[in-house]
């Protein structure tokens, strides 16, 4: 072992680094959170990191992106492709794999079939449907990332880790069922549906604030978690809520809804589960 992990493995021991040199890992989105989700992955030296975005760097993301350089060129510079350039500068050890795709696309769906741990980094709550049910389906662990700044003054997000059927995106209800059954509908479902009931709001695909730091204390949180995890220094949190507006990280009590159709129904039963079907449905490959 290199001496680039003395220091880490003083924390976790040479047991806890050698299991993070074995993990692989399947990042969806390649962003605000992503980028600097990425950044910790190469730091404590994984295996593999699988990083998956079909967007393109665009001059709103500069703020925010870790590793993108000014001179990075819009249009012309793939997400993915700068979240891989990143972890290789920083740890050429670490195996990398840009995948330029939407979540609903058949080389997403192999690398999370490959992956050991799977990081979903959203800011819509419907490919994040999406990933928990593949993540369960696989039987795959799932760490969620969510920076929220839901009205002035409220700043903040969470962090919830999903493993072994012990409470998910779902059974925690942390999923918004409107926007998520959005999603799944075509846009002439959407437009019938608009002119029967009006466009709700948020549905404009208007982007809300998103800033850096907020962004960096989500990313520090689930990497702290994915740390503890992998070495064994203990079991994850399954629910952190950070209120950046009180200086404060919360740790939610909330206990999981029983029979939950994804923790309890469908993990680790692909067949039964046909999570392919997304697939199946070509809308859902644009405009995530
Ligand atoms: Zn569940």
Redesign the pocket.
């Known amino acids: 072992m290199s001496d680039r992990y003395h220091r880490s493995m003083l924390l976790f021991g040479a047991e806890g680094q050698q299991r993070l040199c074995e993990t692989s890992v399947l990042l969806v989105g390649a962003g605000g959170l992503g980028s600097p989700f990425a950044q910790h992955l190469a730091l404590l030296g994984v295996k593999r990191v699988m990083a998956a975005d079909a967007e393109e760097l665009d001059e709103t993301n500069r703020n925010r992106f870790v590793g993108a350089r000014f001179d990075d060129p819009v249009p012309g510079s793939a997400k993915v492709d700068l979240v891989c350039r990143t972890v290789k500068e920083i740890n050429p050890e670490v195996d990398v794999q840009p995948l330029p795709f939407n979540l609903v696309s058949a080389e997403v769906f192999a690398a999370a079939r490959e992956a050991d741990w799977i990081v979903g980094c959203f800011d819509k709550d419907g490919p994040r449907a999406i990933l928990n049910e593949l993540s369960?389906v696989y039987d795959k662990p799932y760490i969620d990332l969510a920076s929220d700044v839901p009205e002035p003054g409220i700043y903040g997000g969470r962090v919830c880790v999903?493993l072994n059927?012990n409470?998910?995106l779902?059974?925690?209800g942390l999923l918004d069922r409107r926007e998520v059954r959005r999603y799944f509908e075509t846009p002439e479902q959407r437009e019938r549906e608009d002119a029967i009931y009006g466009i709700p709001q948020g549905a404009l695909e208007e982007k809300g604030p998103s800033v850096s730091p907020i962004n960096g204390v989500i990313a520090s949180i689930a990497a702290t978690e994915f740390m503890v995890a992998v070495t064994g220094m203990r079991e994850p949190t399954r629910l952190q809520e950070y209120r950046g507006w009180e200086s404060k990280v919360l740790v939610s009590k909330d206990e999981?809804t029983a029979d939950?159709p994804?923790?309890k129904g469908i993990r680790g039963k692909p067949q039964e589960a046909d999570v392919e079907r997304y697939l199946r449905l070509p809308h859902l490959r644009f405009g995530e």
């Open positions: 369960a999903s059927g409470g998910c779902e059974c925690m999981p939950c994804i923790c």
